[in-house]
């Protein structure tokens, strides 16, 4: 059975900074795509950013562009978002997403369960 | 990267048939055949329903189906049932920097 676990989300100030994390299980994580999308509290959903099986290609929203990173340790099954500066318009559930199969493009198919993130002093 | 352009809400009686519609331009809906639709109920992930403008994942009921005219994606539900109440997002792979956008949302209500 396909799991992403998403941990790392909570209270941070404005212009601060988050690591999160995703822990992917019963498939073989180095074959997929993966993404992370974000929703902000009675909002719709927003790409975030995506990363390639190997790593070699990344995108992001510009909104995020120079602030956040996102990477993936296929020897640990583990995708990341490192979010930098943080501003009060990042406050959003973020979900981390793997395709439904292995080339980009074909819906993200299997979806955690969120982590909250909250930008506010 | 502009959001895809869906209606904020639409909604029907139980039997009945509801389509919801995504606007995009020559660079996300009518460039690719990459259209995916998501249902999503408070409080939950977001569920694939539709992927690549018309085809079902496994074990998403025949009621839901897609399709595709020039810029303009198009879900429909047939049959409505009480638990199709949910949000529906479209979404796209784009040219633009994230190689991904969605719509702003569709509630649906069933009456």
């Known amino acids: 059975e396909v799991q992403l676990v998403e941990s790392g989300g909570g209270l941070v100030q404005p212009g601060g900074s988050l690591r999160l994390s995703c822990a992917a299980s019963?498939?073989?994580?180095?074959?997929?795509?993966m993404s992370w999308v974000r929703q902000a509290p009675g909002k719709g959903l927003e790409w975030v950013a995506n990363?390639?099986?190997?790593?070699?290609?990344?995108y992001y929203v510009d909104s995020v562009k120079g602030r956040f990173t996102i990477s993936r340790d296929n020897a640990k099954n583990s995708l990341y978002l490192q979010m930098n500066s943080l501003r009060a318009e990042d406050t959003a559930v973020y979900y981390c997403?793997?395709?439904?199969?292995?080339?980009?493009?074909?819906?993200?198919?299997?979806w955690g369960q969120g982590t909250l993130v909250t930008v506010s002093s | 990267q502009s959001a895809l352009t869906q209606p904020a809400s639409v909604s029907g009686s139980p039997g009945q048939s509801i389509t919801i519609s995504c606007t995009g331009t020559?660079?996300?809906?009518?460039?690719?055949?990459?259209v995916s639709w998501y249902q999503q109920h408070p409080g939950k992930a977001p569920k694939l329903m539709i992927y690549e403008v018309s085809n079902r994942p496994s074990g998403v009921p025949d009621r839901f189906s897609g399709s595709k005219s020039g810029n303009t994606a198009s879900l429909t539900i047939s049959g409505l049932q009480a638990e199709d109440e949910a949000d529906y997002y479209c979404?796209?792979?784009?040219?633009?920097?994230?190689?991904?956008?969605f719509g702003g949302g569709t509630k649906l209500t069933v009456l």
């Open positions: 979404s796209s792979y784009t040219s633009s920097s994230t190689r991904g956008v």
């Open positions: 990363i390639k099986q190997d790593g070699s290609e990344k």
């Open positions: 020559s660079s996300d809906v009518g460039g690719y055949n990459y």
């Open positions: 019963g498939f073989t994580f180095s074959s997929y795509w």
């Open positions: 997403a793997r395709g439904r199969t292995y080339y980009y493009g074909s819906g993200l198919g299997y």
